[in-house]
């Protein structure tokens, strides 16, 4: 019997030698080593091993591929998780910069809808809905506002008289602005930058600067045979001196980059110095020129200042486009006709939509032109 029992336990203690070794040489018990513990299998040709492992007070599980390729979870995993959505962009946009400029862009986009666009869509809400029901979306619709604009003021004359008097003005400017960009991009002098500069600070000035003594001439009270008020002349040739320094600089930017040779050849040619520059440098400039009319087409449009004070707001008295919206806004009877106001407002502002949308392209060219060293 305790030979028996002695056997038994000699075979006990081999078998814990050969799993010891088989642990050692492939294959799969609990080993406990270095104060932690670790469980699982691994195979001899470089498998895989799954388990958890604890050592120096942490905790790690996951697998491994002998590749080194794998994952893990744990406390660095859990603060992975624990991060905002805003910590986690941050670092995704500093990993990739194209998602902080594509962020920048949607966000400017949206501020250009909301602050810019929607005003337009509101005037619309208003001038299609009858009564005073206003919503994001129209609960009715009508174009009867768009028929008493004209049906209850003349409304016509006042958008005449807008359009003369830009046109008008625009011709003048471009003309005044076409010499003075030759003598100042072309010509070499004393004093031309100090003058240059000295045109451009007009601009800085504030109209309600020049009311007053402009006021005083135009009505007789300077001298008695030169009276402009509720005349073309009262408007045109104070938006003339107003918006002249801008085309000027716009002119002389572009006539300065046509080169010489194209002038000197024109000379030869026998042409004088204004036609060259009506039949080359004008021509050549045809961008700087656009833009600096368009530009003073849609200033002299939408001005308000000189156009309230200088007429009595009537049509006949050559009152723009803005004394027709106010003569609306009295047109009600015992009420304020807000929709008839906005249709107004929306067929006022169809001009000038038209003039750049069809202009866009010469705008543009003409305000980057410059932009890039060549």
Request: proline share 6%.
């Amino acid at each position: 019997m305790t030979d028996d029992t002695h056997a038994s336990t000699s075979a006990h203690d081999d078998g814990d030698a050969q799993g010891s070794e088989s642990l050692r040489t492939g294959g799969g018990d609990p080993v406990r080593a270095g104060g932690g513990t670790q469980t699982g299998s691994a195979r001899a040709d470089g498998g895989t091993r799954t388990g958890s492992a604890r050592a120096d007070g942490g905790t790690q599980t996951g697998s491994a591929r002998a590749d080194g390729v794998g994952t893990a979870t744990g406390p660095a995993g859990d603060a992975e998780l624990k991060r905002s959505v805003v910590q986690r962009w941050v670092d995704s946009t500093i990993s990739d910069p194209e998602k902080a400029y594509r962020a920048m862009f949607y966000v400017a986009t949206l501020f250009f809808l909301v602050t810019t666009l929607f005003p337009f869509y509101w005037m619309l809400v208003v001038a299609v809905t009858e009564g005073s029901n206003y919503a994001l979306l129209p609960p009715t619709f009508t174009l009867a506002p768009f028929v008493e604009v004209f049906v209850q003021i003349n409304f016509a004359r006042y958008m005449f008289n807008s359009l003369f008097l830009a046109t008008a003005t625009t011709a003048l400017v471009l003309l005044l602005a076409s010499l003075a960009g030759y003598v100042f991009g072309r010509l070499r002098f004393p004093g031309r930058r100090p003058l240059m500069l000295l045109i451009l600070a007009i601009s800085y000035f504030p109209p309600a600067a020049f009311f007053l003594p402009l006021f005083q001439l135009f009505t007789g009270n300077v001298f008695p045979w030169f009276e402009l008020y509720n005349t073309p002349g009262a408007l045109i040739l104070p938006f003339s001196s107003l918006f002249m320094p801008l085309s000027i600089f716009i002119l002389t930017t572009f006539y300065g980059q046509i080169p010489d040779g194209l002038e000197d050849a024109a000379r030869v040619e026998g042409t004088t110095r204004l036609g060259a520059l009506f039949r080359v440098i004008v021509p050549l400039s045809a961008p700087g020129v656009a833009t600096a009319g368009v530009l003073t087409f849609i200033a002299v449009y939408n001005e308000f200042f000189f156009s309230f004070l200088m007429t009595d707001g009537g049509a006949k008295d050559w009152a723009p486009i803005v004394g027709g919206l106010i003569q609306l806004q009295r047109a009600g009877q015992f009420e304020v006709t807000f929709s008839v106001m906005a249709a107004g407002s929306i067929v006022a502002v169809l001009p000038v939509t038209l003039l750049v949308v069809i202009a866009q392209e010469k705008i543009v060219s003409g305000l980057t032109s410059g932009a890039l060293k060549e």
